[in-house]
């Protein structure tokens, strides 16, 4: 079993949509949560960190549920400038290992 | 500050030979990791390093080999390359692990042949 599994879409929505992620993780240990943003042909980026209580910056929600084992990244008022892959990342409760998921695609269309 | 930088961006390398990709980091990070990403999957640790002489294995170990001698410096070894080595490998830092962000380099684009 995969320690990360993301659906790897690709979702192609209108700008202004509202387009939710969803990323599942095996591990119950596992400590701390990501969301990062790959370009194409580019190096992944940190786009938020997710916490227990749930985050929120701007347009962007994530959500975490330790019960059922998965992250949630909510876009609102989708831009173009949003069409990337969206990487769910998980680091073990040893904390020396990250564990990347495939990563979404995501398309704004004007 | 340039971040995190990577030499070469690119490189083809024929099957047997051997390489070096190089990695350094300006930002004073103790952790430092090796990823490869394959077309339509995930990044996958290769090795990683929590300070200078200290490295350890990560996922997909097999084929590289690593050293830390600096805290900035933290180059990849391919001995023997073969067509599977075939890749996207980026380099990153964090200046603490678990919670801490990561920052990647901008990539080595290797294929073997």
């Known amino acids: 079993r995969k320690e990360v599994e993301q659906d790897p879409g690709p979702f192609n929505v209108p700008e202004g949509a509202t387009v939710a992620f969803n990323c599942t993780y095996s591990?119950?240990?596992?400590?701390?949560f990501f969301w990062y943003r790959q370009d194409c042909r580019k190096e992944p980026k940190l786009l938020m960190s997710?916490?227990?209580s749930g985050n929120e910056d701007g347009r962007f929600t994530a959500q975490l549920n330790r019960a059922s084992q998965y992250i949630s990244l909510l876009i609102r008022d989708s831009k173009l400038s949003d069409s990337a892959t969206y990487l769910c990342?998980?680091?073990?409760?040893?904390?020396?290992?990250?564990?990347f998921g495939t990563g979404t695609s995501l398309t704004v269309i004007p | 500050n340039a971040g995190v930088t990577q030499t070469p961006k690119f490189r083809i390398l024929k099957i047997g030979q051997s390489m070096t990709l190089q990695c350094t980091q300006d930002?004073?990070?103790?952790?430092m990791y090796w990823y490869r990403q394959d077309p339509g999957m995930g990044l996958k640790l290769i090795y990683y390093?929590?300070?200078?002489?200290?490295?350890d294995k990560g996922e997909v170990p097999n084929g590289y080999n690593v050293s830390r001698s600096t805290t900035e410096d933290f180059p990849l070894r391919l001995e023997l390359a073969a067509p599977s080595q075939t890749s996207v490998y980026f380099c990153?830092?964090?200046?603490?692990?678990?919670?801490?962000?990561?920052?990647f380099g901008p990539g080595t684009r290797l294929t073997v042949t």
């Open positions: 930002m004073n990070h103790n952790y």
């Open positions: 990153a830092s964090s200046i603490r692990q678990s919670s801490y962000e990561q920052y």
């Open positions: 591990n119950s240990a596992s400590q701390s």
């Open positions: 390093s929590v300070g200078a002489g200290i490295t």
């Open positions: 997710v916490y227990s």
């Open positions: 990342v998980v680091n073990t409760n040893t904390g020396n290992q990250f564990y």
